[in-house]
């Protein structure tokens, strides 16, 4: 098959510092071609995955992130490159609605925010004529008035995540927070819970928008210490010595979060997971063996100091089996062949 895919315009594929979606994206696109199908990324110029790829802007639009006019720019060329494929994977927001221009293009759209008022509105009004993918049925539970054609979780190729022993780094020991400075990812809790269990916490993040600024002033900020250490938007080289390096990742979300692709990410690396039942953290964790699923912070303190107790060869199987890269290129490759024809 020919099978053309949209990325957001927002970072380059693969990202070279944070980026969530355009890790699954690259992640999806390498899969595709390593099996033997026709790929053709539509991305940023910038971008390295190493299939074929077209563009209009030259540069990832990150500074101008959430805006109209560089997305549908970026969405009518999409669009004008990928007629003649036999599927077309959109992963921006704008352009499956732009995709009605083109009837007899089967196209199918990945939902990667929540499904909130919002969302949930555009995506009623998008269906039938264009397949909708969500990321977890967490997500999904959220709308469930909105025809999904599949729920597809995310996976990662284990074999580009070093494993790690989570002894840490110079200095010893750590747990890590590693995200957006957001309220939503819940960095000062991260910070509580290390202090409240006696642990060095490395905290690597995004930010850059004004909004991550003002949270990063008035809630995160003032908790640093030399116990709990903010990096930066770290490279992704960065990234990975220090899911390789962590004792235990804390993931403490107080949200409906769609999926959480770090939780994955340092499952590869062997690195359990503490995570607050919300979102999607139950569908990725396996309390009590790829990490613990915590009640309060109170609770998550706790399980931070028994961490030691899990085998971390148990998460790494996990992405080798079920939360790898050929799981979820097979469940889209179905998806694919149901609609090509």
């Not at 780094?169 to 509580?192: C, E, N, T, Y």
Request: charge should be negative.
């Amino acid at each position: 098959m020919r099978i053309g895919i949209v990325a957001p315009p927002w970072a380059p594929v693969p990202p070279t510092l944070y980026g969530g979606i355009e890790v699954v994206v690259d992640q999806l696109a390498r899969g595709l071609s390593t099996i033997g199908h026709d790929v053709v990324l539509y991305t940023t110029g910038d971008s390295t995955c190493p299939v074929e790829r077209r563009w209009v802007l030259p540069e990832a639009e990150g500074m101008r992130i959430g805006q109209v006019v560089p997305e549908l720019r970026h969405v009518v060329h999409a669009y004008e490159a990928l007629r003649e494929c036999d599927v077309v994977h959109d992963h921006t927001v704008a352009g499956p609605f732009y995709a009605e221009r083109f009837p007899g293009l089967p196209v199918v759209t990945t939902v990667h925010g929540p499904f909130g008022s919002e969302l949930g509105d555009l995506y009623r009004a998008l269906t039938p004529h264009v397949s909708i993918v969500a990321i977890s049925h967490a997500q999904r539970r959220a709308a469930p008035d909105v025809p999904v054609a599949r729920v597809i979780h995310h996976g990662v190729d284990p074999a580009a995540f070093p494993v790690g022993d989570g002894t840490g780094d110079g200095d010893g020991p750590f747990a890590l927070f590693l995200g957006r400075m957001s309220p939503d990812k819940g960095a000062h809790r991260a910070i509580a819970v290390a202090r409240a269990a006696g642990w060095r916490l490395l905290l690597a993040a995004k930010l850059r928008e004004p909004a991550e600024h003002r949270y990063f002033d008035e809630h995160v900020g003032p908790l640093l210490g030399t116990d709990a250490v903010y990096l930066g938007e770290v490279s992704h080289e960065r990234k990975l010595e220090l899911l390789a390096g962590a004792a235990a990742l804390l993931f403490p979300i107080r949200w409906n979060e769609p999926f959480g692709m770090v939780m994955v990410e340092a499952m590869a690396c062997g690195t359990p997971v503490l995570a607050f039942p919300e979102g999607a953290a139950p569908e990725v964790v396996r309390d009590g063996s790829t990490g613990f699923l915590c009640g309060d912070e109170a609770a998550m303190a706790d399980a931070l100091t028994r961490v030691g107790d899990l085998d971390r060869t148990a998460c790494r199987a996990a992405v080798e089996g079920y939360f790898s890269m050929e799981r979820m290129v097979a469940e889209h490759v179905e998806l694919y062949t149901d609609l090509a024809r």
